[in-house]
């Protein structure tokens, strides 16, 4: 089955450690996408990458970091610099070669990160 | 800040009963999107309007694109348990490429 797959679903974070969310696509997407949602908000972009080594930033990249090394692997990483960091994080992918970015997002099942 | 509203935050009817939400963009955009997030999962792509005036229809559920393409709403109508639900739409802002999330409207159902 072709998907998307973030892991863990649920994880918790001490005060000063960083941790890697993980997400994998084997729909051969080129771009892939890292947003956060709170409770009664919308999806907020945290990164995005539209090409193999190489990513930006979104709205809301401060405290995190990002790698883009192989197509189908896109982690996110919560930095002890994001103070607020519980919420539910979602990874998303779109086939957009070339052309407009941000077509028909593919989600993942999320991953809900909680601080200890 | 925050360029697509979304209204209304939460909408609870009885089964049966119609049902709308509405998205409201500062800015003209490219296209909207609309997803559907069922308790504790995840969004899930519904449909895109690209066109001024766009009308589409899914079964039940109409989707509207304003003239100006700054408007969206999306109807369902005689609502079923099954529509139960978080509904977002997301408008690509035109010349930026950026898609910008509502804040969504969660519906309940009374069966």
């Known amino acids: 089955d072709g998907g998307i797959t973030q892991s863990p679903k649920y994880l918790f974070r001490k005060e000063g450690q960083n941790v890697t969310l993980s997400c994998e696509q084997n729909l051969n997407h080129d771009a892939m996408y890292w947003y956060r949602q709170d409770p009664g908000q919308g999806l907020r972009l945290i990164y995005y990458?539209?090409?193999?080594?190489?990513?930006q930033k979104g709205d809301i990249a401060e405290g995190y970091s990002v790698s883009r090394e192989k197509k189908e692997s896109f982690p996110l990483t919560v930095t002890s610099a994001q103070k607020n960091p519980t919420a539910f994080y979602l990874c998303?992918?779109?086939?957009?070669?070339?052309?407009?970015?941000?077509?028909?997002?593919?989600f993942g099942s999320g991953t809900q990160l909680s601080v200890l | 800040g925050q360029q697509v509203m979304q209204i209304p935050q939460y909408q609870h009817v009885q089964e049966g009963e119609d049902f709308t939400t509405y998205c409201n963009s500062s800015?003209?955009?490219?296209?909207i999107q609309w997803y559907k997030q069922r308790p504790g999962g995840h969004p899930v792509f519904l449909i895109q309007l690209v066109k001024s005036g766009e009308v589409k229809k899914q079964k039940r559920l109409t989707f509207q694109f304003g003239e100006a393409k700054k408007n969206s709403s999306l109807h369902i109508t005689a609502t079923q348990t099954t529509d139960v639900g978080t509904y977002f739409c997301a408008g690509k802002i035109q010349g930026a490429q950026k898609l910008v999330f509502g804040q969504g409207t969660r519906l309940t159902i009374n069966p």
């Open positions: 800015t003209t955009l490219s296209n």
């Open positions: 990458s539209q090409i193999v080594n190489d990513f």
């Open positions: 998303a992918s779109t086939l957009d070669r070339d052309t407009n970015w941000h077509e028909k997002l593919f």
